[in-house]
């Protein structure tokens, strides 16, 4: 039996005079039977689920496949360019991998890879700063296919930078999350990347070569976002 104190609801022994608590009267407290006090167990906190945070990425993943496929579109309309038209098509293009990068690093960000988005964000914007002060002197330089190709290289430079770590980071996020299109598409943005840059660099020499054909440099990003877009479709849309 027990005692309840009526000021502070402490249970006493049936003996007791006051309250060993707070030493209130417990002398018309009549005796009642002791009561286990109800276990207490913390309340987890609430977090999204991993398909809610799917989906908020996915828009991105999504758009930075539509503009694969620009790139793609792109790069078929200036094989046909020729001498400074080629300059304006190649920051062209630059433009358009900056943009896709840029998308997918808030993609990296809501799928919790926030040191990779970090990572890409600096360098992104080291490399709009490098292409803008190369492409002011595009003028002064001849315009000769090994100078064009020199100009490219150097603009391109930071890009190969950004784009090796995005398609890793594409590789990563797709092994950690089990998202298997997002990691083929990553394999193909790699492979893309290393064809980008022999192509380029035997460009200075005037005659590039191209390690997945004739092509293959045009075809890869259009292959890529096609993987983009099925991997939104699969993966990030909301189930009904």
Sequence with gaps: MVKICKARGYQNPDYARFCTRCGAPLADVPQQQYQQPPPQYPFPTPTPSRRSIDRSAGIWFLLSGIIGIILGILGI?????????VVVAGFLIIA???TLIILSYKGFIKLNSKSLGRTIRKVFYYGIIYT???SMRTIQLPATPEALGLLIMLAFIP???LMFIY????IYVGAKNRLWI???GGIVF?????SIVIATATLVGGTPIYILGP???VISPILFGALMIVSYIVDFRPRS
């Design 167 to 170: 398609g890793s980071g594409l």
């Design 132 to 134: 803008v002060l190369i």
């Design 215 to 217: 092509n293959g440099n």
């Design 190 to 194: 790699l492979i893309y990347t290393i």
């Design 159 to 161: 890009t190969f930078l």
């Design 182 to 184: 997002i990691l083929a």
């Design 77 to 85: 309309s200036s094989r046909k360019l020729e001498g400074a038209e």
């Design 96 to 98: 358009f991998i900056y």
